[in-house]
Structure formats: C-alpha cells, structure tokens
C-alpha cells in the first residue's frame, strides 16, 4: 500500500522559510516523479514542484522558480522542498504526490497523494 506523508508545515512571517518533507513508502518509485501542488481555500489546486526520484532533475513554475527547491534522499525514500522568501498569498494546504508520467504539472497524473500539510504566512 502506497502512503505519502506530508510534514513541516507550520505558520511563519512573510519572507522567512519552511522546509516540508514527504516519506514514501509501499512501492518502488525509482521511475517516478514528486511533485508538490498547494490548495488554498476556495482555490484550484496549484502545481508548485517536482522531481524525479531518479536522477533529481526539477520543475518549477515561475511563481517559486528561485524561491522554492526539491531534493530527495533515496536512502530515506523522502522528497524534501525548501521554501525561502514566503509570501502571504502562499497560504495553503500544501500535498505531494507521486507519477509514473515524468516532471508533470498536471493533478490527473499523479495517482498517489499524501494528506496535505498547513503552511500559513502571516503579513
């Protein structure tokens, strides 16, 4: 059984910095793609991320590009993103998730979902 759990949200100050971890575990997912989307309310879901487990190349969309950063640890079978220089509108239940696909911005393709981490920026 495939499970993703999301971790290390919390509230913080417009411009300071979170780091949110998601372990994997229940499959192999060396040919897969993390990918990181937030929700906020009243809001569609937003591609934010994602990496490739193998080889660890990313895409970001230009509203984090520079700001935010994957990484993952194999060993850990964990993806981490590294948010700098948060901004209040950026408040949002933030989820990763897991395809077979490749560096996709697209929800439909990620079959696997954690239960979402709160990140909530204060002005």
């Known amino acids: 059984q495939v499970q993703l759990v999301e971790s290390g949200g919390g509230l913080v100050q417009a411009g300071e910095s979170l780091r949110l971890s998601c372990a994997a575990s229940?499959?192999?997912?060396?040919?897969?793609?993390m990918g990181w989307f937030r929700q906020a309310p009243g809001k569609e879901r937003e591609f934010v991320a994602a990496?490739?487990?193998?080889?660890?190349?990313?895409y970001y969309p230009d509203s984090v590009k520079g700001r935010y950063t994957d990484s993952r640890d194999n060993a850990k079978n964990t993806v981490y993103q590294q948010m700098n220089s948060l901004k209040p509108e950026e408040t949002a239940v933030y989820y990763c998730?897991?395809?077979?696909?490749?560096?996709?911005?697209?929800?439909?393709?990620?079959?696997?979902w954690g239960q979402g981490t709160q990140v909530t920026v204060s002005s």
């Open positions: 998730a897991a395809t077979g696909s490749g560096l996709t911005r697209v929800a439909a393709a990620y079959g696997y």
């Open positions: 990496v490739m487990w193998s080889g660890g190349h990313t």
């Open positions: 229940g499959r192999t997912f060396g040919n897969y793609a």
